[in-house]
């Protein structure tokens, strides 16, 4: 039997200097991968104009490089596959699940109810009830964004580090943005196709984006593209208990350099993930044979 050669992958997003979450989740995404003499693609998650510029890619590959992380191939930039999304898009349109939305942000928030467990707005779905002349007076002063009609359906799935994990998309979801209203194609259509087009068949990364699996699932279902396995890791928060984010700026990589050289650095990751006992500098390479889902913390960690 032809047992699959697992693919994982890197998808920053290159709108600054990597923090130490970031290090987090492309370390253990990396090891876990290779320690399965798996394959490792990069993707640089540049779509959004307004917060990403190509000198960030390069910092994020030097990083990558300088911590001692490796990929295959080229990377890929997702600023250069909008065909590749438009076509997934029409896609979409051709099966009628995609709608014009007219809301401005005040009014989306005055149209959504309860809160997703990601703690952002489920939409109540209005734009889908316009008629068409509505839509036409609509267009005439607004461009829309597109969301896309989820259905009343459970998605099941169980995540390699925080088991079982399901969803009702229309009751803890909600429709969904898949094009802004500038044009720019969101991340969950993008991560699908990307994903499916690069072979990645496992993805490593930070459980605040476990509750976009199963939009991500659903997607790939429509598309008929196949499902990776998935594997949320906790999060790493600052000491006042709020997760890391680029504006912690001592937790930044630039930063970070002249405190701890690149071993060091991994060593402290390496500690928190329960691969070894003390921060002791090592390189990701000596890690490999460390490494198993079962040594994996599944709580948040205070770092
Ligand atoms: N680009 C996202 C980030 O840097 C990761 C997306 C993903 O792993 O699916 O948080």
Redesign the pocket.
Known sequence: MRVNRVVGRF???PSGRMHLG?LWSCLLAWLAARSASGGMVLRL?DLDPDRCRPEYCDQVMRDLEWLGLDWDGQPVYQSRRTERYKQAFQRLEQQGVIYPCFCTRAERLAASAPHRSDGTAIYDGRCARLSQWERVELSKTRRPAWRVRVPEQEIAFTDLLQGGFREVLARDCGDFILRRSDGVYA?QLA?VVDDADMGVTQ?V??SD?LSSTPRQMWLQDRLSLPHPAYGHLPLLLARDGRRLAKRDRDRELGQLQREYTARSLVGLLACAANLIDRPEPITPRELLPLFSWEKLPREDITI
Do not use: D, K
């Open positions: 998808a920053p997003s970031n998650e991340y991560v993805v990364r930070g984006l």
